[in-house]
């Protein structure tokens, strides 16, 4: 997708992301690339086994990312405050046509059957339907409401944001460490009372873990 964008549009995808995002909607403390000015600000990681490393630096390496290489898909630097300018954009609908908003709150690709997307959440009643992926963002249907959710992990973070677009709460979870995932989850227990998608993930991480000790080594010995 960002290769289309820059054929079409005759120029670099940062370019690109830079005058139709970040200046369109005043959000500095966002890229998509390391730059200078946040040499002073970004956060180490810490490892699942509470060791931390350098920032920009890829596990068991000492391979540095570089400055201004780009991932469409990857590695945001972005300060929470950022962030929550972003994401009240999108409840807001900046700069998109009724159509276009509306799509973006539309499943596109279901991935419940997916290994590890299926729905593994009990009751069985509080699984969501819809339930798939919208323009970017997965989408989780629960009658009245819809949850619109992004996050990502990586060896050493964890970021979980969601959003409700009837009642427009919205959630930004940004944590250091390996197992961060589960700390997200405990926060969102203690501040949003319905809790569908904590239970959601919980039970997917569980399954996760589950068919992964049993093709250890250990389990098979």
């Known amino acids: 997708m960002a290769e ?9 995808f940062e370019s690109i992301v830079r005058e139709t995002l970040i200046d369109e909607l ?29 920032p920009y630096t ?6 540095v990312k570089p400055k201004g290489v780009w991932f469409a898909a990857d590695d945001l630097y972005v300060t929470v405050e950022a962030y929550a300018r972003l994401l009240i954009s999108i409840m807001n609908d900046d700069a998109l046509s009724p159509h276009l908003a509306r799509e973006r709150l539309r499943v596109h690709r279901e991935v419940d059957g997916t290994r590890y997307w299926t ?18 963002w997965t989408i989780f249907g ?17 970021a979980f944001v969601y ?12 944590i250091i460490g390996g197992n961060g995932f589960h700390i997200s989850m405990d926060i969102i227990d203690l501040i949003d009372e319905k809790q569908l998608l904590s ?4 039970a997917l991480i569980a399954a996760y873990l589950a068919d992964r000790e049993r093709a250890s080594p250990e389990s098979r010995q």
Not at 4 to 12: E, P, S, T, V, W
Request: hydrophobic share 30%; charged share 25%.
């Open 26 to 54: 005043d959000l500095s403390g966002l890229s998509i690339s390391r730059r200078d000015w946040m040499a002073d600000r970004v956060a180490g990681a810490m490892d699942s086994e509470g060791k931390w490393h350098p």
């Open 199 to 202: 239970k959601h993930f919980r």
């Open 119 to 136: 729905c593994l959440a009990q009751p069985a009643s509080i699984c969501p339907d819809p339930y798939g992926y919208g323009l970017g």
């Open 58 to 63: 890829w596990p068991g390496s000492d391979r």
């Open 163 to 174: 959003y409700y677009p009837r009642t427009r709460d919205g959630v930004i979870v940004f």
């Open 4 to 12: 289309f964008a820059q054929a079409k549009l005759g120029h670099g």
């Open 142 to 158: 629960y009658g009245e409401d819809t949850i619109v959710q992004h996050g990502g992990n990586d060896f050493g973070e964890h």
